[in-house]
C-alpha cells in the first residue's frame, strides 16, 4: 500500500507540474507578445502536447513524479515506524 499511494502521489505531482509549465509558457508568451510594437503582426503558438515529448519536457515530468513519489513514502514510512513504536510500547 505505500508504493501504491506513493505512485499515486507522484502521479499528482506530474500533473501539478505539467499545470505550472503551461502557466508559464502562456505568462511568457503574453508578456512576449505585449512586447511586439504596436501594428506589427507575427504569431506566437505553443503546443503543450508536444512539449512532453521533447527531453526537457520529459525530464521535468520525470523530476516531479520522483519527488511526489519520494516525499509521499518518506512520510508513509515515517508514519509506518511511529505506529509500529507506539505498538510495541503497548
Known amino acids: 500500500m505505500l508504493y501504491f499511494k506513493s505512485v499515486l502521489a507522484g502521479i499528482a505531482a506530474m500533473i ?5 509549465v503551461i502557466a508559464g509558457a502562456i ?8 512586447r511586439q510594437p504596436a501594428g506589427e503582426e507575427g504569431g506566437l503558438g505553443w503546443d503543450p502536447v508536444s512539449f512532453t515529448s521533447t527531453a526537457v519536457g520529459v525530464i521535468i515530468l520525470v523530476i516531479a513524479f520522483i519527488g511526489g513519489f519520494l516525499w509521499q513514502y518518506r512520510r508513509l ?11 510495541a510500547r503497548s
Open 16 to 20: 501539478v507540474a505539467e499545470f505550472i
Open 27 to 34: 505568462t511568457l508568451l503574453f508578456v512576449i507578445s505585449s
Open 77 to 87: 514510512v515515517a508514519r509506518e515506524q511511529i505506529s509500529r513504536k507506539s505498538a
